[in-house]
């Protein structure tokens, strides 16, 4: 896909779903979060431990205690995308570039300057913004080995990873593909909220329900043929577990109908060279499609995007990043609509060893349910990542 996607630099939103935030709405979640920054300061708690994995117990309790507090106008913008291409540019988050100070260098570094006195008013309180957002969407989720399974990620280009498929890159193509694709524990949805983008790069969305597959190719890509392996940032742990093959698409209705169609799909991670010459024929098509029905979208700052993980795949155009502070800067969280079903297939998915990280599950003492079967939940991943959040593995 990069011979297209490398050089779509411009923003291209027509067919991607447009809210905004209502004035009042916007001022309310930065007030609300302000004043749940302001009582933590008060308490005698680890605030570096705090900033760093948002995993504070008092600051978990007052999210999930005062997210009802917030005005229904807010809930419903954060609502799932409402349109088949799967995503949403939500606007007006009341948000400035200047007040979070110079991008990071790393997610390290972000999350030691949120913790901070001086830089904590911004950018941890701006974290706090984010799992109330998210809060409203659902249930936000982490992953134990992924930026020491802090709840908001911080993605910004890093010295060094200019070429790796990963957050921390940027001279690279971040090639489309579901956010962990491997784990039946991944995200319904995706929130990214861009708190600089001065350079207008674009986050790539591509819904596989606008693709055109024939009966044959839906049916061949519809059976657990080839699994999905975790990417590098996970390190080598998940080679102890047995590979299980999975579909790339999946419907819970018809074989032959896109409006409620489904996609998990990473070629970097899979297998290919393993499948018959029918097989990879219907994937390459299926690639060739989502490369077609690619939109993009340059976020600004106050602006986040929405996307269906089970229906888009994402990536990012390539840039040149400066590491002078102004770079662009995005944070996201992931979420879990517990009211969504997938496959029954997926409750048999060792997940490759992964864990999550779960404080608001409504369900926390019972196995998350499939149709009829449940899934395994876990508590953390075993593996840790340095390299920052990634958005393509």
Same mark, same amino acid.
């Given at each position: /896909? ?6 779509? /630099?411009?923003?291209? !939103? ?31 708690? %680890? ?29 419903? *913008? ?26 990071? @260098? ?11 006195? /001086?830089?904590?008013? +911004?950018?941890?309180?701006? %974290?706090?913004? /984010? ?7 659902? =249930? ?15 993605? #910004? ?8 498929? +990963?957050?921390? +890159? ?25 708190? &600089?983008?001065?350079? &207008?790069?674009? !986050? ?31 390190? +080598? ?24 169609? !489904? ?9 290919? #060279?393993? *499948? %018959? *010459? ?7 098509? $299926?690639?060739? =499609?989502?490369?077609?029905?690619? $939109? ?23 840039? !040149? ?8 800067? $995005?944070?996201?969280?992931? #979420?879990?609509?517990?009211? &969504? ?25 019972? @196995? $998350?349910?499939?149709?009829?079967? @449940? ?19």
């Amino acid at each position: /896909m990069k011979s297209v996607l490398a050089e779509r /630099m411009t923003l291209h !939103t027509p067919n991607i779903e447009q809210r905004e935030l209502p004035a009042a709405a916007g001022r309310d979640i930065r007030l609300l979060a302000a004043e749940i920054c302001g009582d933590l300061e008060t308490k005698e708690c %680890d605030a570096e431990h705090r900033a760093r994995t948002l995993a504070d117990p008092e600051l978990l309790e007052q999210v999930d205690r005062r997210v009802t507090e917030l005005p229904a106008d807010l809930r419903l *913008a954060m609502r799932p995308p409402a349109t088949a291409a799967g995503a949403t540019i939500i606007s007006k988050l009341p948000l400035t570039d200047e007040e979070c100070g110079p991008t990071p @260098p790393s997610w390290r570094d972000a999350a030691r300057w949120s913790g901070e006195p /001086m830089r904590r008013a +911004s950018s941890f309180e701006l %974290d706090i913004v /984010m799992l109330l957002l998210a809060r409203c969407a659902g =249930e936000p989720f982490g992953w134990a080995g992924q930026q020491d399974g802090r709840l908001v990620n911080n993605i #910004v280009p890093s010295p060094g990873h200019e070429h790796e498929q +990963s957050g921390a +890159s940027s001279k690279t193509l971040l090639s489309p593909h579901s956010e962990d694709a491997f784990h039946p524990d991944r995200a319904n949805l995706l929130l990214l909220a861009c708190v &600089r983008n001065p350079d &207008r790069v674009a !986050t790539t969305v591509s819904s596989v329900r606008h693709t055109v597959l024939s009966a044959t190719q839906r049916e061949l890509l519809s059976v657990p043929t080839l699994p999905i392996l975790p990417d590098v940032s996970y390190g +080598s742990s998940h080679e102890r577990y047995t590979p299980t093959p999975i579909p790339t698409l999946w419907s819970a209705e018809s074989h032959y109908s896109t409006a409620d169609l !489904t996609v998990r799909y990473d070629p970097a991670y899979t297998p290919l #060279v393993q *499948a %018959d *010459a029918e097989f990879r024929s219907a994937y390459a098509h $299926l690639t060739a =499609e989502l490369e077609r029905v690619c $939109l993009t979208a340059a976020l600004a700052p106050g602006q986040m995007l929405l996307v269906d993980n089970d229906v888009v795949v994402h990536g990012r155009v390539p840039f !040149t990043a400066r590491y002078d502070g102004t770079d662009r800067w $995005l944070k996201r969280v992931n #979420v879990r609509l517990p009211e &969504r079903l997938r496959r029954r297939g997926e409750a048999d998915e060792n997940g490759y060893g992964q864990r999550i990280v779960a404080p608001f599950r409504s369900d926390r003492t019972a @196995p $998350l349910t499939i149709g009829t079967e @449940p899934t395994r939940a876990g508590a953390g991943r075993d593996t840790a990542d340095d390299r920052g959040p990634v958005e393509h593995s």
